[in-house]
């Protein structure tokens, strides 16, 4: 037996397994946020306690609670302005919170005319479309 294989146990250790109600974690119970929680989305205003309500109706707690965390990061970078009025625009609108939240895409970069190579000025490069990505899978390949 090598040196590495005497360094290993040879028994597995004891797994502790214990199964808690999440009814009995706090913060859980009813789907209400735990005092902590209260106290800051009551501090933030109604947007986020709207927005918390609304991401428990639609994933439960437990994801909530991960989704809301999310949403305080935008708040700690942002903002708790700017991320209430994204929120109050996303809830009224029925789109997913973090999506609202996102960054807008980068914006394209576009090179002048005059800056290309007069043989490159008159080739245009045809952009693709999701159609003809259908028309393709729809043909299984062969065009």
């Given amino acids: 037996m ?3 294989l005497t ?20 913060g859980f119970a009813n789907a ?27 994933h439960g707690p437990k994801q909530a609670a991960r989704i809301f ?14 991320v209430a009025t994204t929120l109050a625009d996303a809830l009224s609108r029925s789109e997913p919170l973090l999506l609202a939240l996102a960054p807008p895409p980068a914006p394209c970069a576009s090179v002048a005319d ?9 080739v245009d490069v ?3 479309s ?11 390949g062969d065009s």
């Fill in 126 to 128: 045809a952009a693709g």
């Fill in 32 to 58: 209400a946020p735990s005092a902590n929680l209260r106290e800051l989305i009551r501090d933030l205003g109604p947007p986020f306690a709207d927005a918390w309500r609304s991401l428990v109706d639609a």
């Fill in 7 to 26: 360094l290993l146990p040879t028994t597995a250790p004891e797994l502790r397994r214990e199964t808690l109600p999440l009814e009995l974690i706090d």
């Fill in 114 to 122: 005059d800056a290309l190579p007069a043989s490159l000025r008159a």
């Fill in 2 to 4: 090598s040196g590495q």
């Fill in 130 to 140: 999701a159609a003809d990505y259908d028309a393709l899978l729809r043909a299984g």
């Fill in 69 to 82: 965390a999310k949403v305080l990061g935008h708040v700690e970078t942002r903002g708790a302005d700017t």
